[in-house]
């Protein structure tokens, strides 16, 4: 059964990718003249998302008008965040009442892949996560897995995107946070599963990856 509903964060200020971040928040910034998001938003679509939260601090009225289109047949909600952001934890955490009591994907704003949304699904534990090999700026890797299950440390990157339970965030509350701390303590306790990804995947965080990534695809339209 389709995970029904999934949050897009979008809220970072992208310090590395300046000055294309001074007037255009990097979830908007294109990919062969389409903005990030708007691949987030059709890739959910096509993978049975029906409802979908999109936070926004920095430059978030552009946000917020993106947002407040019709798209994809998507129920769209915005999320705004004060001008410093909540860290993701935080954001999660303000946005659950638009999330309902299931599990959701979380994917973040600034990832350009071909991973199919559609292979999702309710996770067995407290979340689960996509990994992927780790890129040249990343190479320590973030988590390992082993037998299905994440562990704190290894040589896999976290993609960005995952399916999280929200008892993951029982008693937290709310303010600015990160969400590392969180699932490293489901990780000890076992409640995290995992599956690596090995196909098109980027963290576009840099005006360079921007430029590469396009490129790679075969356009030319980094605005």
Request: hydrophobic share 40%; net charge neutral.
């Amino acid at each position: 059964m389709a995970i029904e509903r999934a949050m897009v964060l979008a809220a970072g200020r992208g310090m590395r990718m300046r000055p294309l971040t001074d007037t255009t928040p990097k979830p908007l910034l294109r990919v062969c003249g389409r903005p990030l998001l708007d691949w987030q938003l059709e890739k959910l679509a096509a993978a049975g998302v029906r409802e979908v939260v999109v936070n926004g601090a920095w430059l978030k009225e552009q946000i917020a008008a993106f947002v407040g289109r019709p798209r994809y047949g998507l129920t769209l909600h915005f999320s705004a965040e004060p001008p410093g952001g909540l860290e993701t934890a935080g954001g999660i955490v303000q946005a659950l009442p638009l999330l309902g009591d299931a599990p959701f994907i979380v994917v973040n704003g600034d990832v350009f892949t071909d991973y199919d949304y559609a292979r999702l699904s309710q996770p067995d534990g407290l979340a689960h996560l996509v990994l992927v090999p780790s890129p040249a700026h990343h190479p320590e890797g973030d988590f390992g897995l082993q037998g299905g299950r994440v562990t704190p440390t290894g040589p896999w990157t976290f993609a960005g995107i995952s399916v999280l339970d929200p008892e993951l965030f029982a008693g937290v509350t709310p303010g600015p946070q990160p969400l590392a701390p969180l699932l490293r303590q489901a990780m000890d306790a076992g409640q995290v599963s995992g599956e690596r990804y090995t196909g098109l995947w980027c963290d576009v965080g840099t005006p360079q990856r921007l430029a590469a990534l396009n490129a790679r695809l075969g356009c030319s339209d980094n605005r």
